[in-house]
């Protein structure tokens, strides 16, 4: 078993940031690669961001430029820096982990 926490997420304006994180507890040995995946109403699930353990990380188009994915190897936490925020961005954020392991997902919405 592996759980996943998220935390992070809220309300900003267009041009803001937020970071989350996802804190993973369990067997997390066998987690090879993490990754931020978004829902917005009527949509489906995307990625949004991975990153391996050995730091090597891919990102969606649409957020190239703007958002980081890191991990903290010594916290088991993984991390999603936001920054110039819009209001398409607005969703409910996943954290993934190999093995099909789901995070509870947090609310962001982007104001314009």
């Known amino acids: 078993q592996v759980q996943l926490v998220e935390s992070g997420g809220g309300l900003v304006q267009a041009g803001g940031s937020l970071r989350l994180s996802c804190a993973a507890s369990?067997?997390?040995?066998?987690?090879?690669?993490m990754g931020w995946y978004r829902q917005a109403p009527g949509k489906q699930r995307e990625l949004v961001a991975a990153i391996t353990s050995g730091g090597s990380s891919n990102y969606a188009d649409s957020v190239k430029g703007r958002f980081t994915i890191s991990r903290d190897n010594a916290k088991n936490t993984v991390y999603l820096q936001m920054n110039s925020l819009k209001p398409e961005d607005t969703a409910i954020y996943y954290c993934g982990a190999t093995g099909g392991w789901w995070g509870q997902g947090t609310q962001v919405t982007v104001s314009s």
């Open positions: 369990g067997r997390i040995f066998s987690i090879n690669a």
